[in-house]
């Protein structure tokens, strides 16, 4: 049986690609979400969760290859902005942590649309560009299990396989070596065109995509690159937040 879903207004970009994706992307409650951004009070830190997840599920939704994005999350805040936003909202069903929303979503996904590959995308991406998404995609339609390193190269902030390929997610503490342990592929300098001396080079190709935020640090540093539209007008409203 299917279940229960928001509205299904899932966007599809009219860009050609080889493979199609469904990008999952699970949001937990704000009231619990970044509970590690010590220093923030009253409702900056949900506001800030929430302006991070809209500005990952636009950029996913914008991504040329991705065909659907589907937001596992039981906030009914973050529903009704994803769901403005063109994703499909799924409840967390599973109640079993970040892997268990992913899978389910990814299981979703696949039953609907089985010629499309699945990946898993953290929520606080606030960075990401839909083309570093693109790119990394495309490294992954070609490798068929493959992931994105955070910028601290320990943890994942994407992980993505392709259509008939197992999907593995192993997010959490120490989620790169796990991720290598279930036979991914972590996407480098040669799977996204760079030559494999040009490390640099690669490492600001994807620099919004990897730049995760799950501490005041990382939110100056996601600044420095450059965040969406929701986090730049929520900071820039409250500028206490990075003082």
């Known amino acids: 049986m299917a279940p229960d879903v928001y509205p299904d207004t899932a966007r599809s970009s009219a860009a050609p690609a080889a493979l199609r ?13 970044k509970s590690r951004l010590a220093g923030l009070t009253g409702t900056a830190r949900p506001e ?9 599920i636009a950029a996913a939704a914008a991504a040329a290859s991705v065909a659907a994005v589907l937001v596992v ?17 799924l409840p967390d069903r599973p109640a079993a942590g970040l892997n268990g929303a992913l899978a389910y979503g990814a299981a979703y996904a696949r039953d609907q649309w089985p010629e499309r590959g699945r990946a898993g995308l953290a929520g606080d991406l606030p960075a990401a560009r ?13 490798l068929g299990a493959a992931f994105v390193p ?9 992980y993505a396989a392709a259509p008939g390929v197992e999907f ?20 480098g300098p040669g799977e996204i065109g760079q030559a494999e001396t040009d490390v640099t080079a690669t490492q600001a190709a994807l620099a919004g995509l990897r ?32 003082s």
Do not use: C, Y
Not at 130 to 142: D, H, M, Q, S
Not at 150 to 158: E, H, Q, R, S
Not at 168 to 187: C, K, T
């Open 168 to 187: 593995l997610p192993q997010f959490g503490p120490d989620s790169r070596n796990r991720h290598l342990a279930v036979g991914a592929v972590e996407i």
């Open 211 to 242: 730049r995760d935020v799950d501490t005041l640090d990382n939110l100056r540093r996601a600044a420095a690159i450059g965040v969406g539209e929701r986090t730049t007008a929520l900071l820039s409203a409250d500028a206490r937040i990075l």
């Open 130 to 142: 839909p083309g570093e998404l693109t790119a990394a995609l495309a490294a992954a339609a070609r």
């Open 73 to 89: 999350t039981d906030d009914p805040v973050v529903a009704d902005i994803a769901t403005g936003l063109g994703a499909l909202v």
């Open 150 to 158: 955070d910028a601290d190269g320990t943890g994942t902030v994407l």
């Open 48 to 56: 800030l969760a929430l302006a991070m997840a809209a500005d990952t």
């Open 21 to 33: 994706w469904s990008v999952v992307i699970p949001v937990k409650l704000l009231a619990q979400a």
